[in-house]
């Protein structure tokens, strides 16, 4: 019962971000889906995963690392994304947990991400995150320090830079959040053109369950949905 709700859900989604890549004229296929599960319980998160969502994000280090405690399959079920603001000091567990972290908004945490990898030998992705002056997520690196922060990461051996992140204002009608996505890929347009990394800057993290496919029209090439998957999430 609750499979196929879940099922049903995602198949909604994904014609929905097909859609509005069409109308950009992008090819959907450029646009990943991420469930974003805050406060879902570990055998939803499964389910979903089950069903072929191959992207989860969590916003917090202990809640993911109590899921995946929970769930033993989890962790391997699904590439996995924190999408939270990072403590310098729970780098250690999080790369443990994540495959990817979304949201590096320093110089310090993005040298300990680093030092932390450079351990392991592998090569972490990474999201330079943004702030666009959003109430809910006061976190990011402001966009006059983009470059400078782009620029210490670029001499991290260990850093693999997939792109940029943010979470724009609240705005009841979807259509308010569409000058934040549009800033946030000029801002991905200028760090990819100003050549600080050899490689391309591609990725755009941006679009919620609510503003999603304004997001899309404007270049998001991962969305996080949770609410739109699981359901409300408890007030
Ligand atoms: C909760 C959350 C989402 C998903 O929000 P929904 O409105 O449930 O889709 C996406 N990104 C971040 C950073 C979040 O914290």
């Keep these: 019962m609750m499979q196929d709700v879940i099922q049903a859900r995602i198949e909604g989604l994904l014609q929905r971000i097909a859609a509005a890549a069409s109308r950009a004229g ?3 296929s450029e646009v990943t889906l991420m469930g974003a599960s805050k406060t879902v319980d570990p055998d939803r998160i499964a389910l979903a995963t089950q069903l072929g969502l191959q992207h989860v994000g969590e916003n917090y280090v202990q809640e993911a690392a ?3 405690d929970h769930t033993s399959s989890l962790r391997q079920s699904a590439t996995w994304h924190m999408i939270g603001h990072l403590q310098t000091n729970k780098v250690r567990q999080a790369l443990d947990l994540f495959d990817v972290i979304e949201t590096v908004d320093s110089e310090r945490l993005a040298h300990r991400i680093d030092t ?3 351990e392991t030998g592998k090569k972490v992705p990474i999201y330079l995150e943004v702030n666009m002056g959003s109430e809910i997520s006061k976190t990011g690196v402001e966009a006059d320090q983009l470059p400078s922060l782009a620029q210490a990461v670029s001499a991290c051996d260990n850093l693999q830079v997939a792109g ?3 979470v ?7 259509q308010g959040a569409r000058p934040y996505f549009q800033l946030l890929r000029q801002i991905r347009d200028r760090l990819d053109q100003a050549q600080i990394f050899d490689y391309p800057i591609e990725g755009l993290s941006m679009g919620m369950s609510h503003d999603f496919e304004v997001a899309v029209e404007e270049g998001a090439t991962i969305v996080r949905l949770g609410s739109s998957i699981w ?5």
């Design 168 to 174: 724009p204002p609240f705005t009841p009608d979807p």
């Design 116 to 118: 932390v990898a450079g």
């Design 164 to 166: 940029l992140m943010a």
């Design 66 to 68: 109590d899921k995946f």
């Design 231 to 235: 359901g409300a999430r408890p007030a």
């Design 26 to 28: 992008r090819d959907p």
